[in-house]
């Protein structure tokens, strides 16, 4: 079984509220194979100003509790993304958990958002793909804005991924976008999505929602409103394996 929760950003809350928030969310899921949250949750992405406040090193509290929570709940966890320092860099994290709690994967964000956005002023872009071993499969690991961009996930398919995994902030505005992308991405790849979304209206922005597990033929299995929300769904690897050799897609591929 695989989870994405769909979290709700409200102004009101300090980034302490948050996370126990989140971790009393977390706490029904204790078992399921894969969870994966939202990005910058914790902060809330639009709160520009917050985020050399709240910045943590990779070995800060942030990611040291959600290493606790990942061993508790015996899962591997997608934590979402966080806002990073590295010495006088500041970066868009996401941080991937094994079942032990252990650090398996970052992934800096590669593509900063900048259309009515400060994250491209504030933050430094990532440059390494992340693509890692679970026991759930091999992932890959991108965040938001990275869904416009085809080729972080052709690379990633290149590099065996069967499930790729999105945190997001994606506003409400291009919702249609988002509903798009995430199927495209899939459906093109011939590999599971499951992207985890916020929602609520912070900073002047309602968040989109919908947050949803894509299968390899582009089939929507589960899907979240506009509201706060747990989508989860069954998911069986072999069916990429079945999928790439019943239409081989990926080897037809002539530009490369």
């Known amino acids: 079984m695989v989870a994405s929760v769909q979290f709700e950003i409200r102004d009101r809350e300090t980034k302490d509220e948050r996370i126990e928030r989140m971790i009393g969310l977390l706490k029904k899921l204790k078992g399921y194979d894969l969870i994966v949250l939202p990005e910058i949750w914790a902060t809330g992405y639009f ?29 591997v966890l ?12 500041y970066y868009n994290t996401g941080v991937l958990f094994d079942a032990n709690g252990d650090l398996l994967a970052t992934y800096r964000k590669i593509h900063l958002f900048r259309y009515g956005s400060q994250e491209g002023e504030l933050l430094t872009r990532g440059e390494e793909i992340t693509v890692t071993e679970t026991k759930v499969g091999r992932v890959g690991l991108s965040t938001c804005y990275d869904l416009r961009f085809p080729e972080l996930f052709r690379k990633q398919v290149d590099l065996g991924v069967e ?9 409400h505005q291009r919702l249609a976008h988002w509903q798009l992308f995430n199927a495209v991405r899939a459906v093109e790849n011939q590999c599971f999505l499951i992207s985890a979304n916020c929602v609520g209206h912070t900073r002047h922005v309602l968040l989109g929602g919908y947050s949803q597990v894509v299968d390899p033929w582009g089939v929507v299995r589960a899907q979240a409103g ?8 069954e998911i069986d690897l072999d069916e990429v394996k079945r999928i790439r050799e019943h239409f081989p ?3 037809h591929r002539v530009l490369q």
Do not use: C, H
């Not at 800060?60 to 929570?69: C, D, H, T």
């Not at 499930?163 to 997001?168: E, G, H, K, N, P």
């Open 47 to 75: 709160s520009f100003d917050r985020y050399r406040e709240e910045a943590e090193p990779i070995s800060g509290p942030f990611v040291q509790r959600m290493a606790q929570v990942a061993r508790q709940l015996n899962s």
């Open 78 to 89: 997608f934590a979402g993304s966080f806002v990073e320092q590295a010495g006088e860099q």
């Open 163 to 171: 499930i790729f995994l999105v945190t997001s902030a994606w506003p």
């Open 226 to 233: 506009e509201s706060e929300a747990i989508v989860t769904a």
């Open 249 to 251: 897609q990926l080897k």
